[in-house]
């Protein structure tokens, strides 16, 4: 080996570790590590390279403290001894509302696993308001304000996959093999506007319905 | 490709006969990159060990009974068992504590570790410091850096910094090779063969 990256192998080694193999691209990767020593021992080592670059920058940024002066003795900038006990003011009036809240138990932890995106997500508890065909009836149009992300709960299908299936007044959106969360949830993004939702196992049959189709 | 000491085409029916000592071989040479495997899917080292064991298990106990079509396909078969039962975690708990007769494999795949787990961290961050160290620029550092961390592409980087690919071809190849000189003094003799 003279020159690793100049090598197919080490451009797939890099691909496969940076997320920008395909599917089917990443299947046979990782098979073929499965049958090669070498290939997966390779494939560790940039893996740990990149583990270990990712825990440099701060480090290698941030100047050594002060072997004089112990840490406990350290000269804070003025500002921050002056930010120290507001900030702990307001951290403490954070925890009281937090714990006054009457948000329940229920919608908290459904809350916490939800996807972090940035626009609201519709959870289980949600969609029997939202939708109230959502056991196959199919007999109403989601009227939102902007798009969701919506859960879709399939836990009681043995299928490992699932194919979704979006209309809207614009356009139609199919997404093929959408896997199940560790809670036995699907997540899909819901555009603007009316919106139906079909949710069908790879063999064609429909298992959840939302919104008028 | 495998040390021509693993036969493993010979893993299946060994184990169908009675064989322990093939099962431990099995759990020792693939435990590894199922795990591996996994927690770059699942993103959860410990859920990644667990589903790691049940697949290997679910494996064995197919070998010691129905075994498989295809002995020479025992790779790929371990593969989509892997894929299944990660697809399928939500189900596990009702899966477990059906294996009987399985410690030793168990035992195996747990004295298989991965490189990353042998590496302390702060023992990591030492090797890879000085690993980039060596290479001088502090361009190249950037380089290796953005590339690996920023998921930045190598034709993009490659005109910011004004550089011929030959050049960033080099630049990874010299800290990847200095870095694996490190890894086998730290790993000893069991990873040099390995690793090279």
């Known amino acids: 080996m003279t020159n690793v990256d100049s090598n197919p192998e080490a451009r797939r080694i890099d691909d496969y570790l940076r997320g920008r193999l395909s599917e089917d691209q990443t299947r046979q990767f990782e098979l073929r590590m499965l049958e090669d020593d070498r290939l997966f021992a390779e494939v560790q080592r940039v893996e740990l390279l990149r583990t270990g670059l990712a825990r440099l920058p701060d480090q290698l940024k941030e100047p050594a403290p002060s072997a004089a002066m112990p840490i406990g003795q350290r000269e804070a900038p003025w500002l921050l001894q002056w930010l120290q006990p507001a900030l702990s003011a307001v951290l403490l009036l954070a925890v009281v509302a937090l714990g006054i809240g009457n948000t329940s138990l229920r919608q908290q932890l459904e809350e916490s696993q939800a996807p972090r995106t940035g626009i609201p997500v519709i959870t289980l508890h949600d969609q029997r308001a939202l939708f109230p065909g959502m056991q196959g009836d199919a007999d109403s149009s989601v009227a939102r304000d902007g798009p969701v992300l919506l859960e879709i709960d399939v836990s009681a299908h043995q299928e490992q996959a699932f194919r979704v299936e979006i209309r809207s007044a614009r356009d139609t959106t199919i997404h093929e093999r959408v896997v199940p969360d560790a809670r036995g949830y699907l997540t899909v993004y819901l555009p603007d506007g009316p919106t139906s939702v079909a949710v069908s196992t790879e063999q064609g049959e429909v298992v959840r319905r939302f919104g008028t189709d | ?196």
């Open chain 2, 1 to 196: 490709m495998e040390d021509p000491a693993t036969d493993v085409s010979s893993w299946p029916e060994r184990i169908a006969s009675g064989d322990a000592g093939a099962e431990t071989e099995l759990a020792r040479y693939f435990g590894p990159k199922i795990e591996f495997i996994l927690r770059r899917r699942l993103r959860d080292p410990a859920l990644a060990a667990d589903l790691c064991q049940d697949t290997l298990i679910v494996v064995i106990e197919r070998l010691r009974g129905k075994g498989i079509d295809e002995a020479d396909k025992l790779a790929a078969f371990i593969y989509r068992t892997a894929e299944y039962l990660a697809n399928n975690r939500g189900r596990r708990r009702q899966r477990r504590n059906t294996h009987s007769d399985t410690s030793h494999v168990e035992e195996a795949a747990s004295k298989a570790p991965l490189i990353e787990d042998l590496i302390e961290r702060e023992e990591l961050a030492r090797m890879v410091r000085e690993s980039i160290a060596e290479l001088g620029q502090s361009r190249d550092r950037q380089l290796l850096r953005r590339f690996y961390l920023g998921d930045e592409d190598k034709t993009d980087l490659c005109r910011e910094f004004g550089i011929s690919p030959a050049h960033f071809d080099r630049v990874l190849y010299r800290a990847r090779q200095r870095f694996g000189e490190l890894l086998q003094r730290r790993l000893g003799s069991d990873h040099i063969e390995a690793l090279r």
